[in-house]
């Protein structure tokens, strides 16, 4: 098992400029999430998802759009790069969607940078 | 809504000491709680978590966590500290019914010296 995935591993953008980061679990987790970590911080919710077809906003989710057709895959979509988005972003999943205290799995994340 | 507060940002310890990292945690509801270790340039890796079971936690690499409902307190401790030791920790609440959204501490650096 690869358990999560993310790509890619850096990235630099330009003010303005648009991406998606990619996240890809193989371990048929229904809950994933995408967060981001700056210094000192600690790791931020951007956006989560309880299963296919299913998102909520975390507690940092302006300029950041997720969707979830799959139950592999979670894509963090950046809209119009800025750059207080400058971070390193992690996407993780876990078993349950309930709170039932599993554990999240995290990928290596996406360290970005935003001129 | 829950909270994590980590005292200290930097700890350093000698190898062979006792490696202490303090986490409290705030919750209108009895939590689950997790210590998870950042190594550099990786992703976060799951210590041990408590989920009202037994009060003393251990986990991977020696280290275990005391659960202390009256202090609101979720230390991690070692024994005995190895210079491999040394990374980022983070302690971690979510609280059942709320999608298993983590909330996160600041996060602790541990420094081992010789």
């Known amino acids: 098992n690869a358990g999560v995935t993310q790509t890619p591993k850096f990235q630099v953008l330009k003010t303005g400029q648009s991406m998606t980061l990619q996240c890809a679990q193989d371990?048929?987790?229904?809950?994933m999430s995408w967060y981001r970590q700056d210094p000192g911080m600690g790791l931020r919710l951007i956006h989560y998802s309880v299963g296919a077809g299913i998102t909520d906003q975390g507690e940092v989710p302006n300029g950041y759009n997720v969707s979830r057709s799959t139950t592999e895959d979670f894509p963090l979509r950046l809209l119009s790069a800025a750059p207080s988005q400058t971070s390193v972003y992690f996407c993780?999943?876990?078993?349950?969607?309930?709170?039932?205290?599993?554990?999240?799995?995290f990928g290596d994340g996406t360290r970005l940078s935003i001129l | 809504a829950q909270s994590v507060t980590q005292l200290g940002s930097h700890v350093s310890v000698s190898e062979g000491a006792l490696v202490l990292l303090r986490c409290n945690y705030s919750?209108?509801?009895?939590?689950?709680l997790f210590w998870y270790v950042q190594y550099p340039n990786q992703g976060l890796q799951l210590l041990l978590k408590y989920t009202s079971a037994a009060t003393l936690v251990k986990g991977i690499n020696g280290f275990e966590a005391e659960f202390k409902k009256s202090e609101t307190s979720f230390h991690l401790t070692k024994p005995s500290a190895h210079m491999s030791d040394a990374a980022e920790y983070f302690c971690?609440?979510?609280?059942?019914?709320?999608?298993?959204?983590?909330?996160f501490g600041t996060g602790t650096r541990l420094q081992v010296t010789l």
């Open positions: 993780a999943s876990s078993y349950s969607p309930g709170g039932a205290g599993q554990p999240q799995h």
């Open positions: 971690a609440v979510s609280v059942p019914g709320t999608a298993s959204k983590l909330t």
């Open positions: 919750s209108s509801v009895p939590p689950y």
């Open positions: 371990m048929n987790h229904e809950y």
